[in-house]
């Protein structure tokens, strides 16, 4: 009798130690994020991969996936390895609304980490950070009005773009041009930067004429546009434009032998703009969020053969070099959570660094009231039919 009591209550405390103990793998279960198994860290992004624009995003891809296959290969991070589940969001803004819910919702990715686009990663902004909560790390895009004031959820690297028209302006002023033009995309987007080139022009002189030149989104024939600008006879362009309007001015400018500097901004800084543009972008500069991707440095170096290795189609680039250092940064991040990977421990870890050094970006700083890493840019010309560096970074909202 007592060894049937002395069974039943063995029972019963092994049921009830079942009970808890899978009650508390529950809780332990519970911690870890959305996207994140003992194996695996599931993030993922919007990139445009088709189209005018896939000039950007294919190499940003494999700048970003290229970091990941490498760490992956050397066995992850915590015991995890890294799947990146990308969209093409055809850069359509409600197309990237439609990718940022299946990514969230059916794919359940622990957080959007360097999606593309400007306009079109701010559409999927109230999903993303108002409904879900989701964090949306280092994109390759970003205004003004993303970082000030700041937004819970929101980091980046990439200066804001009304600071590299200021930067430009200076630039162009101080390189001595007292005539400009400034060609932009006729969208709110592009005019927002183009405001900010006669801020950074009167920083350094005031005897500058200015003349603002809007052009249609998608134009392609240039030819009229540029006989028109001629007439106003000045020594230096800057397009703020996409990177086949840019491409097409500059050919223009150099068919109809107009003498003129020609500039831009950051998104001309590819290896396409010169692969495409040819002789007629020799001179052109612009600014860069980092060093040239020629640059003889072990973080560099790393890159060229992490690049050839797991993206042996994509010639070394400005765009895959910046996401392959934004990929560094993400990952470093993971590395310094302590306790369960989730959104929240994620968000906590990005902002223990301080001067954070990837040896391709500036240093990167984040904290909870500086989500914009960097001001820094680092200035660059095409000279023998490459990018080169004019000089070190330097701060966008400064008097350099």
Do not use: C
């Not at 991040?333 to 301080?354: C, F, H, W, Y």
Request: proline share 6%.
């Amino acid at each position: 009798m007592n060894q049937i009591k002395h069974s039943r209550r063995h029972i019963v405390l092994g049921a009830l130690s079942l009970a808890i103990g899978s009650m508390f793998t529950g809780v332990v279960h519970a911690q870890q994020g959305p996207g994140v198994t003992d194996r695996e860290i599931k993030i993922g992004a919007w990139i445009t991969l088709t189209g005018p624009i896939a000039a950007y995003g294919i190499p940003q891809r494999a700048g970003f996936e290229a970091y990941l296959k490498m760490i992956n290969d050397r066995g992850g991070i915590k015991g995890r390895k890294f799947e990146y589940v990308v969209e093409d969001n055809g850069f359509n803004p409600q197309r990237t609304v439609t990718a940022a819910r299946k990514l969230i919702d059916r794919d359940e990715v622990l957080a959007i980490v360097h999606p593309l686009g400007t306009a079109q990663s701010a559409a999927a902004f109230d999903y993303v950070l108002g409904e879900a909560k989701v964090p949306l790390l280092l994109p390759q895009a970003g205004l003004l009005e993303w970082w000030r004031p700041v937004r819970d959820n929101l980091y980046g690297t990439l200066v804001y773009y009304e600071a590299h028209g200021r930067a430009m302006g200076r630039w162009m002023a101080k390189d001595g041009h007292k005539n400009i033009v400034i060609v932009h995309e006729a969208l709110s987007v592009f005019e927002s930067v183009a405001k900010e080139v006669p801020v950074g022009i009167k920083s350094v002189r005031g005897d500058v004429t200015t003349e603002y030149y809007p052009v249609k989104f998608g134009t392609t024939d240039f030819g009229p546009i540029v006989l028109d600008i001629a007439r106003r006879k000045p020594d230096a362009v800057i397009g703020i434009l996409q990177q086949g309007e840019t491409i097409a001015m500059a050919k223009e400018i150099v068919q109809q032998g107009i003498k003129t500097a020609v500039y831009s901004y950051g998104p001309a800084s590819t290896n396409s703009l010169i692969d495409t543009g040819g002789a007629a972008v020799e001179g052109l500069r612009a600014v860069a969020h980092v060093v040239p991707p020629n640059s003889d440095t072990p973080a560099v170096r790393e890159y060229r053969e992490a690049l050839a290795k797991y993206s042996p189609g994509e010639k070394p680039d400005y765009g895959s070099l910046f996401s392959f250092g934004n990929a560094k940064i993400f990952v470093e991040a993971v590395r310094r959570i302590d306790g369960p990977i989730n959104r929240a421990s994620l968000v906590k870890a990005l902002e223990t660094l301080k001067n954070f050094e990837t040896g391709i970006l500036p240093p990167v700083t984040f904290g909870p009231q500086q989500h914009l890493g960097t001001l820094a840019l680092q200035r660059v010309e095409v000279k023998g039919g490459k990018w080169q560096a004019v000089g070190g970074f330097v701060d966008a909202e400064s008097n350099w």
